[in-house]
């Protein structure tokens, strides 16, 4: 683990390697039945998480160790870096918790405002090496080197990653009332997977909007790239 700078994130660098990228319709059935109803002669499971596939990485990388972090993000805005203050705020059915905590990773921002944090990163880094990972390159990070479901096994904790149970009675889905429904800080549960990287599953949800086309999906982790 490296950290270039007092407000850089911490970087893990990554071994090369191979490993089966995709996964099996039947493995996303739940997630699948969980967001819409079955259809007759539509098979559950989404079919863009597959087909499974050999990818080898095979140059020097680093990835963020953590979700980049409100402290983090709000660095580049004090500095002129980054043009959006984001908001903390989630709003609930009960009104708003905050995710403001110094550690929690940093909500509300745009693949523009990503664009910026990493420029600026650059800059103070003085070099042109961090970038976003690529879709192959952060499911590698994902794994881990494992080769189970998850990067800590075949099944999860929430003391291992903050994500929502749903339970399945009576034809519909509802959510544990013990689920925490907002981010965690990045150090606050056994998250970390073989090589050191912490909630590559779970915590804040990663989702395009309206992006510039062709674009890549935002992920919560930065990539640092060694030439």
């Given at each position: 683990?490296?950290?270039?700078?007092?407000?850089?994130?911490?970087?893990?660098?990554?071994?090369?390697?191979?490993?089966?990228?995709?996964?099996?319709?039947?493995?996303s059935?739940?997630?699948?039945?969980?967001?819409?109803?079955?259809?007759?002669?539509?098979?559950?499971?989404?079919?863009?998480?597959?087909p499974?596939?050999?990818?080898?990485?095979?140059?020097?990388?680093?990835?963020?160790?953590?979700?980049?972090?409100?402290?983090?993000?709000?660095?580049?805005?004090?500095?002129?870096?980054?043009?959006?203050?984001?908001?903390?705020?989630?709003?609930?059915?009960?009104?708003?918790?905050?995710?403001?905590?110094?550690?929690?990773?940093?909500?509300?921002v745009?693949?523009?405002?990503?664009?910026?944090?990493?420029?600026?990163?650059?800059h103070?880094?003085?070099?042109?090496?961090?970038?976003?990972?690529?879709?192959?390159?952060?499911?590698?990070?994902?794994?881990?080197?494992?080769?189970?479901?998850?990067?800590?096994?075949?099944?999860?904790?929430?003391?291992?990653?903050?994500?929502?149970?749903?339970?399945?009675?009576?034809?519909?889905?509802?959510?544990?009332?013990n689920?925490?429904r907002?981010?965690?800080?990045?150090?606050?549960?056994?998250?970390?997977?073989?090589?050191?990287?912490?909630?590559?599953?779970?915590?804040?949800?990663?989702?395009?909007?309206?992006?510039?086309?062709?674009?890549?999906?935002?992920?919560?982790?930065?990539?640092?790239?060694?030439?």
């Open positions: 683990m490296f950290q270039e700078c007092a407000d850089c994130p911490e970087m893990i660098v990554l071994p090369s390697g191979s490993f089966t990228m995709g996964a099996p319709l039947e493995e059935a739940a997630a699948f039945r969980l967001l819409r109803k079955p259809e007759l002669g539509v098979p559950d499971g989404h079919p863009h998480e597959g499974e596939h050999e990818v080898t990485i095979d140059i020097h990388i680093a990835m963020g160790r953590n979700e980049v972090t409100y402290a983090e993000f709000l660095a580049c805005v004090e500095d002129g870096g980054c043009t959006h203050s984001p908001d903390p705020g989630i709003l609930t059915l009960t009104g708003f918790v905050y995710a403001d905590d110094p550690r929690s990773p940093v909500i509300d745009s693949y523009i405002d990503v664009l910026e944090y990493v420029a600026w990163l650059n103070i880094t003085d070099t042109d090496a961090y970038r976003l990972p690529t879709e192959a390159e952060w499911e590698y990070g994902a794994y881990g080197g494992a080769d189970t479901k998850f990067d800590q096994g075949d099944s999860l904790t929430t003391e291992q990653a903050n994500f929502g149970i749903f339970h399945h009675r009576d034809g519909g889905f509802f959510p544990d009332r689920n925490r907002m981010p965690v800080p990045v150090d606050m549960l056994d998250a970390a997977n073989a090589w050191g990287l912490r909630h590559m599953a779970g915590n804040v949800l990663e989702k395009n909007h309206v992006l510039p086309s062709p674009a890549p999906s935002w992920p919560s982790h930065l990539q640092r790239l060694f030439s």
